[in-house]
């Protein structure tokens, strides 16, 4: 077993036509503590997606996805992932031939992981399996932490949210009083209750909130 990479539990999705690699990846990805979950073909795949079978969302998540098969393509496939939104949350790994580099390399450059070459190295697969896995689980925390930030920041009446904008401009209260023609007192009491409900304690903590999460 590989040990150069640290193992992250989760779904890995193995998309080929072909009956008896599926069930040798099945087979290697079991050996190594993985949960394999083949599909005989993109549309399948797909069809699962969105009938709501499938979520890619709810756990690390990699595409092991064949290039060329028939009816739906690999590429194809990954093209309705990305105009989803769902390559990042879901990593994507190509299997290629030869032929197929140059396409591969290109699909890479918009948002998948990685490519591999047949015929290719059991535990470097693995491993580079583990590496996706590992993103995978990164990108879903960081697109939870923007949605529980959504969520805070619609609980915030519209003085608060002004109140907040200013304070992450590094405003002063009495500034914030003067811009929004209020009370200092009543600045300190909108500002305590924007960082109890956005549960920060400073206004530095908020904006690197804000900003980590793409929305400062």
Do not use: Y
Not at 21 to 39: F, Y
Not at 126 to 134: C, G, H, N, T, Y
Not at 153 to 167: A, F, H, K, N, S
Request: charged residues 25%; negative net charge.
């Amino acid at each position: 077993m590989s040990s150069r990479v640290t193992s992250t539990p989760g779904t890995v999705h193995l998309v080929d036509d072909e009956e008896v690699v599926r069930d040798a990846l099945a087979w290697l990805l079991r050996s190594r503590r993985l949960l394999p979950e083949p599909h005989p073909s993109a549309d399948a795949f797909w069809s699962r997606l969105e009938a709501g079978q499938l979520r890619l969302d709810d756990g690390p998540c990699c595409l092991l996805l064949d290039m060329r098969m028939p009816g739906m393509s690999g590429m194809a496939l990954f093209e309705r992932l990305l105009e989803r939104g769902w390559v990042g949350p879901a990593q994507v790994i190509f299997l290629t031939g030869h032929a197929d580099v140059a396409t591969a390399v290109a699909a890479v450059k918009r948002g998948a992981f990685d490519f591999v070459e047949k015929p290719f190295s059991d535990n470097g697969l693995v491993d580079r399996i583990q590496e996706a896995l590992a993103r995978s689980a990164a990108a879903q925390a960081e697109a939870g932490e923007r949605a529980r930030l959504h969520r805070l920041l619609g609980e915030l009446t519209e003085r608060e949210q002004e109140v907040m904008r200013l304070v992450v401009q590094g405003r002063a209260n009495k500034q914030i009083a003067d811009s929004l023609d209020i009370s200092v007192r009543t600045v300190e009491v909108h500002r305590a209750r924007v960082f109890d409900k956005m549960n920060v304690r400073s206004a530095v903590e908020l904006a690197n909130a804000l900003r980590d999460a793409g929305l400062g």
